[in-house]
């Protein structure tokens, strides 16, 4: 049996990799609280500008590797495909309360994201 904050994490999971931005934020509380390599963010607006650009410009494909979970907690760990890395390994640890994720602590490598942007503003960094 599935615990209840991994069934919303990998539904959560499965819409943002599915570039369902709309689907994925309906599992997103107001108030969130995410913390990522980047820093932290609140609230879904920040939240929204935060995965937005990754899902939607980036991402080419996402295979899931594990997770687990309790009644108000849980691990995914993936890898995903994107523009910029071929091969870009992250971990979500997430807490569900009432059917919404209200934390989120991101891991993720920034290094390719920010090598890309650079080559993109064409400063030559490869």
């Known amino acids: 049996m599935t615990s209840p904050a991994l069934q919303?994490?990998?539904?959560?999971?499965?819409?943002?990799?599915?570039?369902?931005?709309?689907?994925?934020m309906a599992f997103i509380a107001d108030d969130i609280v995410l913390d990522a390599p980047a820093g932290r963010l609140t609230g879904i607006q920040a939240y929204r500008q935060f995965l937005g650009p990754f899902a939607e410009q980036f991402l080419i494909r996402a295979e899931m590797i594990a997770g687990f979970g309790d009644d108000s907690t849980a691990l995914l760990m993936y890898d995903t495909?994107?523009?910029p890395?071929?091969?870009a390994p992250a971990?979500?640890?997430?807490?569900?309360?009432?059917?919404k994720i209200v934390y989120n602590r991101f891991i993720f490598d920034r290094l390719p994201f920010?090598?890309?942007?650079?080559r993109q503003a064409g400063d030559g960094v490869r």
């Open 8 to 24: 919303i994490a990998l539904a959560y999971h499965r819409a943002w990799t599915g570039k369902d931005l709309e689907a994925a």
């Open 81 to 83: 495909e994107t523009i």
């Open 85 to 87: 890395a071929k091969s």
């Open 91 to 99: 971990a979500e640890y997430l807490t569900v309360r009432d059917g």
């Open 114 to 118: 920010e090598e890309f942007q650079r």
